[in-house]
T-cell receptor, first 112, second 115 residues
Framework: SQQGEEDPQALSIQEGENATMNCSYK?????LQWYRQNSGRGLVHLIL?????REKHSGRLRVTLDTSKKSSSLLITASRAADTASYFC????????????FGTGTKLQVIP | DADVTQTPRNRITKTGKRIMLECSQT?????MYWYRQDPGLGLRLIYY???????NKGEISDGYSVSRQAQAKFSLSLESAIPNQTALYFC??????????????FGPGTRLTVL
């Protein structure tokens, strides 16, 4: 079963707008990561946020984590056509092997 | 050169055939993984290996086997391919992090079609 589920499944915005994607998960985590996938290609790591962090920034990316609600959001500011891709959250559970489980992804289309 | 490579990139085969997908990495990581991706289901873990002598089943290992020939090489086999194994297959690597913050590095994927 999927640990993380992204919302929305698909998102279409105009270039320059902000894009927000959400991830909900079920069990306690060690950390949460966001990955990006261009069509038919391998995933690329974007950012990691640890369970004791609430917000993290990297360039135009802003990630928040609310462990009480078991949710995270990824905000891409000032979107560009090149941001068109699918975005996945991946959760790493506590204890034992740090198993990483990927969500089902949000497909983002940025219209020039 | 790509750090994680997969061969072949595309493969069409018939039901019942044996297929091997290969993965090589130059990142020097000990940990390697095989995933499959199906539309609407995200990535699902098939097998993972933490070093050459360590092989572990993931959530969907039935119908698959793996071999870790060296630190840099991890191959996935379908002993008798069936149509519902049609999917995009990814290899990934990661380095061990004592605080559990492994980042995974993915290969370009192999698109497998079983007729």
């Amino acid at each position: 079963s999927q640990q993380g589920e992204e919302d929305p499944q698909a998102l279409s915005i105009q270039e320059g707008e902000n894009a927000t994607m959400n991830c909900s998960y079920k069990t306690s985590i060690n950390n949460l990561q966001w990955y990006r996938q261009n069509s038919g290609r391998g995933l690329v790591h974007l950012i990691l946020i640890r369970s004791n962090e609430r917000e993290k920034h990297s360039g135009r990316l802003r990630v928040t984590l609310d462990t009480s609600k078991k949710s995270s959001s990824l905000l891409i500011t000032a979107s560009r056509a090149a941001d068109t891709a699918s975005y996945f959250c991946a959760t790493a559970r506590l204890g034992g092997y740090q198993k990483v489980t990927f969500g089902t992804g949000t497909k983002l289309q940025v219209i020039p | 050169d790509a750090d994680v490579t997969q061969t072949p990139r595309n493969r069409i085969t018939k039901t019942g055939k044996r297929i091997m997908l290969e993965c090589s990495q130059t990142k020097g990581h000990d940990r390697m993984y095989w995933y499959r991706q199906d539309p609407g289901l995200g990535l699902r873990l098939i097998y993972y290996s933490f070093d050459v002598k360590d092989i572990n089943k993931g959530e969907i290992s039935d119908g698959y086997s793996v071999s870790r020939q060296a630190q840099a090489k991890f191959s996935l086999s379908l002993e008798s391919a069936i149509p519902n194994q049609t999917a995009l297959y990814f290899c990934a690597t990661s380095d061990f992090s004592p605080i559990g913050t492994d980042t995974q590095y993915f290969g370009p994927g192999t698109r497998l079609t079983v007729l």
